[in-house]
């Protein structure tokens, strides 16, 4: 293709929309000329079914839950006014309590004005204010936020280490919405004790953010938290950081919550339009579908050139692929749908698998995200004539022309800067995608029964686990072999499982499980009480 060929290609299906600051490039994408009427019967499809969806049909019929986290950002939506009232007093909630603990209204227990944010959840609950703080935050933040959000204890130690002393001045928000997620739970339990060891009552610093009447729900009640915000079964966890789930920790940090919410707001009007040629959203979503061929084949890059959304592509891959990554389609047919994604920061990945992508297995599709705008206020020259922020522009431009010209596909995806109105659309475009191309594949994009397997799979884990502990003191003092342990549980068909349970707790303490020998191979050590 020659540059004019492709520079007509470029106007053709160049997307810009000057009121949104928000432009996508799929030219770079080797789509035929009638791909976008070979697919118009399918985008008509998903266009109704979204309406659907927004006008509060049952998305998520298995669990027989509305799907409504368009409302969040236009509450006027929502098919009832009990709901509508949910939405707008929860934000007013939000704001209030935002305000009075800035306002030092709301303090810890020895009476110091919170200066710090700890925030306890896991997957939708943590990444999604990850990255918003990461994007958005800075040297004006109203308090500095931390995240607990894994079951490692190490790496809630190293959070806690970064407090330090000031955790009389460390507000807590525990988020799960069932109250019964392990990651979270243990995340408030340690949480609790670090606070108990400093001498502070856990209670007096603590905020729920979950559903009525669950488990987490209850014990905020019982110990009279600070205070407690809702989490609605029609919000995923995924797609909640525009419910208190992220706009709680955002205003805290004293982030544009409003910005946020108009933003998403501004990109909903635009990707309900049914023309796909005028809707971003639409775009996305048939892009991803030509470039796996409606199968996922090919792994979607996202390359953001800013450090401020270094973290969108880990908010990105839970999003994308466990709303899409499914073993059967709406007719109960095993199809094994999904797109794997990842992604690092531009310019770094210049220096990193951008050599792969280039000359290595063509199994991807990359979208680069563009921000004009470098930083507030002018930029120095590094030499004559040219900044920094020029030279990282020149690197983006420089790779998605050689990924092109090795035959490999692209989207570019530009906004004008990372505000919170920018970030909001970002999240608002991404959601809307994810559910057209969950409908032109046909597969249910808002439950996740794959993670539930895994939830339960775990349990089965910690169920032998009691087991091999209470057997081991049971025979306290003796030097038993792993067949002997496993025999003697009753779970001779589950060896490999105690054998990684023995190898786990010889190597912590806290249950007095012991190494007596260390064999020849690890399979014919002993192990005692």
Known sequence: MTNQELWNRFKTYYFNDESLGLALDISRMNFSDSFFSEMDGRIQKAFEQMDALEKGGIANPDEDRMVGHYWLRDSALTPTPELRQAIDTALAKVKKFAADVHGGRVRGQNGRKFRNLLVVGIGGSALGPQFVSHALGGTGDLLTVHFFDNTDPDGMDRVLARIGKSLGETLCIVISKSGGTKESRNGMLEAKAAFLRANLRFENHAVATTSDGSDLDKVAVKDKWLERFPMWDWVGGRTSELSPVGLLPARLQGLDIDGMLAGAKAVDAVTRLKDPRRNPAALLALMWYHAGSGKGLKDMVILP??????????????????????????????????????????????????????????????????????????????????????????????????????????????????????????????????????????????????????????????????????FLEKNKGQELGLDAIAAGIDAPDEIETVFKVLQHLSANGEHGVLLKKLAATPFESTFGA
């Open 305 to 470: 050139y800013k450090d401020r959304l270094e973290l969108f592509s880990r908010y990105l891959q839970q999003l994308v692929m466990e709303s899409l990554g499914k073993e059967r389609d709406m007719d109960g047919n095993v199809v094994h749908q999904g797109i794997a994604v990842y992604g690092n920061k531009g310019s770094t990945d210049q220096h990193a698998y951008v050599q792969q992508l280039r000359d290595g297995v063509p199994n991807f599709f990359v979208t680069f995200i563009e921000v004009l705008r470098d930083r507030k206020g002018p930029s120095m020259p590094v030499e004559p004539g040219v900044t920094s922020g020029d030279y990282l522009s020149g690197f983006l431009q420089g790779t998605r022309r050689a990924l092109f010209e090795n035959g490999r596909e692209s989207i570019t995806l530009t906004i004008r800067d990372v505000s919170p109105e920018s970030v909001g659309k970002l999240i608002a475009l991404y959601e809307r995608a994810v559910g057209f191309y969950g409908s032109l594949v046909h597969i249910n994009a808002y439950h996740q029964p794959g993670v539930e397997a895994g939830k339960k799979a775990a349990g089965a884990v910690i169920a032998i686990q009691h087991r091999v502990v209470d």
